[in-house]
């Protein structure tokens, strides 16, 4: 288990809370493809953090269950979840990703928002059902200097080749790529 780590962001999240996130939406690097997701079917996000990316599906209208290392950011999400009234269709939980994803079926979208983890990029893929898409959003190298945490320039579409691209960028320190698992693979 990793207990600093956990730890480390337990804290920051004790000194965040949920006052800053009133107004319910994608995450900034969404905004312009929000009509891309779904809004029905299930959703997995890992790295949930406070449950913004969540509850912004659930509101859409999808089942959503979402998972983070730390356990105050799982109850901070579950907390937004009640007060934005979707509750019902979040299922939030502690889960350490080093161990891999969470089980569970595969589903109509993947959320991933800055949080990466090559060895996880298969079963990312394979979580999906034919025709789900996945949204990845990460730091990266392009437009910023090089980091430990950040994505090298062509990182994602190299490791979701795999997957139809509906939509990718990368610029000023940040990647996405939003693409569809292919009905035949
Ligand atoms: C930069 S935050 C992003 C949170 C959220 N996706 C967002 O964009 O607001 C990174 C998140 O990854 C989580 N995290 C880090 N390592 C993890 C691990 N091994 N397993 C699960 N979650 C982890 C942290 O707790 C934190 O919530």
């Known amino acids: 288990m990793n207990d600093d780590l956990r730890d480390h962001w337990d804290r920051r999240y004790a000194e965040r809370g949920i006052d800053d996130l009133e107004e319910v939406g994608p995450y900034p690097l969404f905004v312009d493809h929000a009509d891309l997701f779904p809004s029905e079917g299930t959703a997995l996000e890992i790295a949930c953090g406070r449950g913004r990316g969540a509850v912004w599906l659930a509101t859409r209208g999808m089942s959503v269950a979402a998972v983070d290392l730390s356990p105050v950011a799982v109850d901070l999400a579950r907390t937004y979840a009640q ?54 959003g990460v730091l990266s190298e392009v437009g910023a ?41």
Not at 152 to 180: H, K, Q, T, V
């Open 83 to 136: 007060n934005c009234g979707v509750a019902a269709r979040c299922s939030f939980g502690v889960h350490d990703l080093d161990c891999g994803l969470p089980a569970g079926d595969s589903v109509d979208l993947v959320l991933c928002h800055l949080f990466r983890d090559p060895s996880l990029d298969a079963a990312l893929v394979a979580r999906l059902r034919p025709g789900g898409l996945l949204a990845a």
């Open 145 to 185: 200097r090089p980091g430990r945490f950040r994505a090298r320039p062509g990182e994602l579409r190299e490791a979701f080749g795999s997957l139809e691209i509906l939509g990718a960028g990368e610029s000023s320190g940040y990647a996405w790529l939003i693409g569809r698992r292919p009905s035949s693979v």
